[in-house]
């Protein structure tokens, strides 16, 4: 008995864990896109991210046009390290057109994220 209730309060506790997302704000100033093998030259363009902003840990995108999109988190969040040892998290979301893409998000804010649509297609956000 003794046993079960520590594993129902364990289970309940890394529930707890996963529910608990922190809400943050990441802002990027510069935009690059990634199409037919090539990145177009870095673009002035302010866009503010919202990460974790419901209990679901959705991403609300302010772009530079003025607009408000809504990623849904449709995945677990996966991380690892590049070849550089720059270290990401990356997980899948779905835009509000229904397409499904990668959203890969570094710690280095000169990084920064990428959306990726697949190996020919891709957006980088940074900070200059």
Do not use: C
């Not at 922190?22 to 503010?48: M, P």
């Not at 449709?74 to 590049?82: A, H, L, M, V």
């Not at 998290?89 to 649509?117: A, C, H, M, R, W």
């Amino acid at each position: 008995m003794k046993h079960a209730i520590l594993l129902t309060l364990a289970i309940l506790a890394s529930l707890n864990d996963v529910s608990a997302q922190t809400k943050f704000r990441v802002d990027y100033d510069v935009i690059t896109l990634f199409n037919n093998a090539q990145w177009s030259a870095w673009e002035d363009a302010l866009n503010t991210f919202v990460f974790n902003a419901n209990e679901n840990g959705d991403i609300i995108h302010y772009t530079a046009r003025g607009e408000k999109k809504l990623y849904r988190k449709i995945s677990t969040k996966d991380e690892g390290q590049t070849d550089n040892g720059d270290h990401f998290q990356i997980l899948t979301v779905l835009d509000e057109n229904g397409n499904e893409f990668y959203l890969q998000y570094f710690d280095n804010p000169s990084i920064g994220l990428k959306f990726v649509y697949g190996p020919d297609q891709m957006v980088e956000f940074a900070k200059k």
